[in-house]
C-alpha cells in the first residue's frame, strides 16, 4: 500500500464518511476532506498523484489533470487507473441504456450520476485524455489497457470477459479492453 512505500501519504476525498473508513486501516496517512478540483497543497509538493477508480466521477478532467499538474513536483508522476474505456464502453454503452431503461442501473438517480462516466457516456476515451496531459505540460504520457474481471459475476459476465481476453490476444485492439491506465511524467 502508498504508505509503506512513501515516507508520507496524503488522501484526501469529498466524503469524510470514507475517510473516517481508512482512518483505522492506514494511521500514518494524512487525510483531507477536500475538491480535487481545487487540492489544498502548494504548488510542486508531491513526487506521486494517484487517481484510482475517480475519472469517471468527474463529467470534466481538465481542471483535476491542471490541479494534479500544479502539485507535483519537477518529473513527478501522475497514475490514473481503473476507469472505463471508451473505445469498448462506446458498444457497451448502447447494452445498458436497454437494460436499464427503466431503473437506474447504479440503484438510484444520485448514484448513476456520481458513476457519470460508466451510467451516463461511453466512458473516457484515453487518447483524449493523453492529449489534454500533453497540453497541460506533461512531457511523457503512457496508456495501458486490461481487461478487468470479478470473481462474483454471473456466467454471462464471465463468458462475455473470457471471450474478450481471447480476441484481445488475436486482435490486440482497444476496443477489447474493460478499463485503462495512465502514466503522466510532469
Not at 483505522?24 to 513526487?47: G, I, Q, T, V
Not at 457497451?92 to 437494460?99: A, D, E
Not at 471471450?163 to 488475436?170: C, F, R, Y
Request: with cysteine.
Amino acid at each position: 500500500t502508498a504508505p509503506d512505500f512513501f515516507k508520507k501519504c496524503y488522501a484526501i476525498d469529498l466524503g469524510e464518511n470514507l475517510l473516517a473508513q481508512i482512518k483505522d486501516k492506514y494511521p500514518s496517512c494524512f487525510l483531507a476532506a477536500a475538491d480535487a478540483e481545487n487540492l489544498p497543497f502548494h504548488n510542486d509538493s508531491f513526487n506521486a498523484v494517484s487517481c484510482y477508480a475517480m475519472l469517471h466521477h468527474l463529467y470534466s478532467h481538465k481542471k483535476l489533470l491542471e490541479e494534479s499538474y500544479r502539485v507535483l513536483k519537477k518529473s513527478g508522476i501522475l497514475y490514473t487507473d481503473h476507469d472505463p474505456n471508451y473505445f469498448l464502453n462506446r458498444f457497451y454503452h448502447i447494452f445498458y441504456k436497454l437494460r436499464y431503461q427503466k431503473n437506474p442501473g447504479f440503484g438510484s438517480d444520485a448514484e448513476e450520476l456520481a458513476e457519470y462516466h460508466n451510467a451516463c457516456s461511453s466512458g473516457i476515451n484515453p487518447v483524449k485524455l493523453k492529449e489534454q496531459l500533453l497540453a497541460i505540460g506533461f512531457s511523457q504520457v503512457e496508456i495501458s489497457y486490461r481487461i478487468t474481471d470479478r470473481p462474483n459475476w454471473n456466467t454471462t459476465m464471465k463468458l462475455t470477459v473470457n471471450i474478450l481476453k481471447i480476441l484481445s490476444k488475436i486482435i490486440p485492439a482497444k476496443s477489447f479492453f474493460t478499463h485503462f491506465s495512465i502514466i503522466a511524467i510532469k
